[in-house]
């Protein structure tokens, strides 16, 4: 609860109100990473480790989107919430689009 003091000029009157205030917003979600704060939140949040997610992509049955996802995880400098290679590297770790919101909440607030 706070209190909202109003006056009126022409009156001289003071009125004083008690109102809840509406809450902030919250902030919104960070879209990239580091890799190395993603594979620290991946962890923090989901035990998956660097071997789980190699392994998921080593599960990947045709060699071209393999060796795609591959290249997507071992050479990328950021990690885009939005990229193509997330979202398949998301899917083969079963991550679910609150997973995501964690990791990317959490990622950038690793200091490493």
């Known amino acids: 609860m706070a209190e909202r003091i109003t006056y009126n000029l022409q009156t001289g009157e003071t009125k004083t109100e008690t109102y809840t205030p509406e809450p902030s917003p919250p902030d919104p979600i960070p879209l990239t990473a580091t890799p190395a704060q993603g594979l620290m939140a991946l962890y923090q949040l989901k035990g998956i480790t660097e071997d789980d997610i190699e392994s998921a992509i080593a599960s ?20 885009e919430r939005g990229s193509q290679s997330m979202q ?10 609150k997973d995501f919101d964690d990791l990317f909440a959490l990622a950038p607030t690793i200091k490493l």
């Not at 990947?60 to 990690?79: E, F, H, L, M, N």
């Not at 398949?88 to 689009?97: A, C, F, K, N």
């Open 60 to 79: 990947i049955s045709d060699p071209g989107k393999r060796y795609a996802a591959q290249i997507a995880y071992r050479k990328t400098t950021v990690w």
């Open 88 to 97: 398949s590297i998301g899917v083969l770790l079963q991550l679910t689009e």
